[in-house]
């Protein structure tokens, strides 16, 4: 099984519409989780990092739940700029190691 | 966050031959990592690059064929020796803010081909 899995869509969504991607991950010990986002050709970059409680930055809100080792991320009134490929990232190092394990990612495709 | 750039941003290369990636961060970092990000996959870790001293290598990638140096804080070098078509990928230098929860930021990357 691998470390962190997502369904790897292509998300098709109309601008305006809500949209939300789960990942799970395999390693209970893991002890931190963030979203990135990854445009065409370029670097990934953090969206935002994923805390117990649950966090929330404008249009986006990150969701984890360790008892089913899941994460989600929520995006609200898509805009166009929002399509490209979500990677689910987990730390899985232990004793404050680390050790990144990144998904496949998810394909978002916002269309007007 | 550091700001990361990458020389070359690309490169083609015939087999055979060896190409050195730099990476450059504007402030001092205790890690840096070097990735691989080929066609349509995710990203792989090949190794961390330790200042001082020889840098550790994940399963499947041997110092031989990605020698790595780290001189100082702020610099590293990734070499892709005695390339073959196999190699094409994007390598990408990153760093880890341990001061920031474990955020990582990544270079620009180096988009390789080879021939």
């Known amino acids: 099984r691998k470390e962190v899995e997502q369904d790897p869509g292509p998300f098709n969504v109309p601008e305006g519409a809500t949209v939300a991607f789960n990942c799970t991950y395999s390693?209970?010990?893991?002890?931190?989780f963030f979203w990135y986002r990854q445009d065409c050709r370029k670097e990934p970059k953090l969206l935002m990092s994923?805390?117990?409680s649950g966090n929330e930055d404008g249009r986006f809100t990150a969701q984890l739940n360790r008892a089913s080792q899941y994460i989600s991320l929520l995006i609200r009134d898509s805009k166009l700029s929002d399509s490209a490929t979500y990677l689910c990232v987990v730390n899985t190092g232990s004793n404050s190691g680390y050790a990144l394990n990144f998904g496949k990612g998810t394909s978002l495709l916002v269309t007007p | 966050s550091a700001v990361i750039s990458q020389k070359p941003s690309r490169d083609i290369c015939q087999r055979g031959t060896s190409l050195t990636i730099q990476c450059q961060v504007d402030s001092q970092v205790t890690m840096m990592f070097w990735y691989r990000q080929q066609p349509g996959q995710s990203l792989t870790l090949i190794a961390t690059?330790?200042?001082?001293?020889?840098?550790?290598?994940e399963s499947g990638f041997v110092i031989d064929k990605f020698p790595i140096s780290r001189p100082n804080l702020t610099f590293s070098t990734l070499t892709v020796s005695n390339m073959s078509p196999e190699d094409s990928s994007i390598y990408l230098c990153s760093v880890l803010e341990p001061e920031r929860s474990y955020e990582q930021y990544f270079g620009p990357g180096t988009r390789l081909t080879v021939t």
């Open positions: 994923v805390y117990s």
């Open positions: 690059a330790n200042q001082g001293s020889e840098a550790t290598y």
């Open positions: 390693n209970s010990a893991s002890q931190s």
